[in-house]
């Protein structure tokens, strides 16, 4: 069974910086990609970062220059390095592992994390 498990939120100050980190675990074989996702009250989830196996990334105009995705493929492990936070970057984070091939399925799957609160504010 794959988990994934997401840690490092919490509060910072506009203008201060978070890292996140998720740690897929389980029998896995190969993750295509991971990514991190948000969701602010009263809004859609939305894209916030993504890295394939092969270290291309794509980001979110609103976190561009600001936000870096990185990953460990030894580890099963995707970090969000967030700089220049703010305000508007509140939201709980969600882990997500896309095209995931594990011992328990003969299918590529996609799993998400429990989320982790990220907080912005003076």
């Known amino acids: 069974q794959v988990q994934l498990v997401e840690s490092g939120g919490g509060l910072v100050q506009p203008g201060g910086s978070l890292r996140l980190s998720c740690a897929a675990s389980?029998?896995?074989?190969?993750?295509?990609?991971m990514g991190w996702y948000r969701q602010a009250p009263g809004k859609q989830r939305e894209l916030v970062a993504v890295?394939?196996?092969?270290?291309?990334?794509n980001y979110a105009d609103s976190v561009k220059g600001r936000f870096t995705i990185s990953r460990d493929n030894a580890k099963n492990t995707v970090y969000l390095q967030m700089n220049s936070l703010k305000p508007e970057d509140t939201a709980v984070y969600y882990c997500n592992a896309d095209g995931l091939l594990g011992a328990g399925s003969p299918f590529l799957t996609e799993h998400w994390g429990q989320g982790t609160q990220v907080t912005v504010s003076s």
């Open positions: 890295i394939t196996g092969g270290g291309r990334t």
């Open positions: 389980g029998s896995i074989f190969s993750i295509n990609a």
